[in-house]
């Protein structure tokens, strides 16, 4: 059985432009979409709908004004929608679960910050266990033409950023898109340096080839997987953030990893997922790995 695409909607302009998005992806890939909305019962509307199969039956006819608009758009896509009564965070975890990926809407960007996520956008982003999809208001189908990139950061060894260059490849030849693998490097501090360290690096002449090479190796099984995949390989001085977002005007989309693991404190999106998230002007994915 295939796994949806599903949406998260909520009526915002932001969640209407996540739902779009979804619907686009949903048939390049030609998977099912699914359309979830989570509600609290409210007693005391003052607008006539204060008992809770009125606010059902009002908050089912919004979102299926909302579904109406992709279904007309796609007529041939497979879509579900379920309105359910509960916790924002928990309804769309538990959704997320069964999904390809959940898509959400972002809330722009402030004057300061960038990007505004929702504290129910963070939680999953941070503890889902499949990839989340953050799409801001104002995403159109012209910033996924011809030229634009799928942008993916690459990390560590070929194992560390797997799920995230399968997402990256998948993403792009759904799209006939290039791939732009990019990996950030930094100068080691002296104390990182050892006697096995040190031959690693004079064997590959160098932390820049070192580097290189490293980027090859990750790309190897996925160009394979992918041969008609065009991949465009970017190896830069710099933070992975920062290196990620000078590349963030080309792409169509941006892909990063981020850590399934918790700690002592609880699940985190990582700092080079945060501040994609926070300043990518394009939909950003966040695919969680080991």
């Given at each position: 059985m295939k796994r949806p695409i599903t949406a998260g909607v909520d009526g915002t302009e932001e969640s209407l432009a996540a739902l779009a998005w979804a619907g686009r992806e949903a048939v390049r890939r030609e998977l099912p979409l699914r359309v979830v909305h989570a509600w609290r019962f409210h007693p005391h509307e003052a607008d006539g709908t204060g008992d809770r199969e009125a606010q059902r039956r009002w908050v089912s006819e919004g979102v299926a004004e909302a579904v109406r608009a992709v279904t007309e758009r796609h007529p041939e896509l497979p879509v579900t929608v379920d309105v359910v009564e509960g916790h924002a965070a928990e309804v769309l975890a538990g959704a997320a679960a069964e999904a390809e990926m959940l898509v959400l809407g972002s809330r722009g960007h402030g004057a300061v910050v960038g990007f505004l996520i929702g504290s129910v956008g963070q939680?999953?982003?941070?503890?889902?266990?499949?990839?989340?999809?953050?799409?801001?208001?104002?995403?159109?189908?012209?910033?996924e033409a011809?030229?634009?990139?799928?942008?993916?950061g690459q990390q560590g060894g070929p194992e560390d950023s797997a799920a995230a260059l399968r997402f990256a490849f998948e993403t792009a030849a759904a799209r006939g898109a290039t791939v732009r693998a990019v990996r950030a490097w930094t100068l080691p501090p002296v104390f990182a340096y050892s006697p096995a360290s040190v031959k690693l690096l004079d064997d590959a002449d160098g932390l820049e080839p070192y580097e290189k090479k490293a980027l090859a190796e990750a790309l190897e099984p996925w160009r394979e997987r992918f041969p008609a995949v065009p991949v465009?390989?970017?190896?830069?001085?710099?933070?992975?953030?920062?290196?990620?977002l000078s590349v963030a005007g080309q792409a169509q989309l941006m892909v990063v990893g981020r850590?399934?693991?918790r700690t002592a404190v609880g699940a985190r999106i990582g700092s080079v997922a945060?501040?994609?998230?926070?300043?990518?002007?394009?939909?950003?994915?966040?695919v969680p790995h080991d």
């Open positions: 939680q999953l982003i941070a503890e889902a266990e499949r990839p989340v999809v953050l799409v801001r208001a104002g995403d159109r189908p012209a910033a011809a030229g634009r990139e799928v942008v993916v465009a390989e970017q190896v830069e001085m710099g933070s992975a953030g920062q290196v990620l850590r399934a693991h945060h501040g994609v998230l926070h300043h990518a002007d394009c939909p950003v994915a966040v």
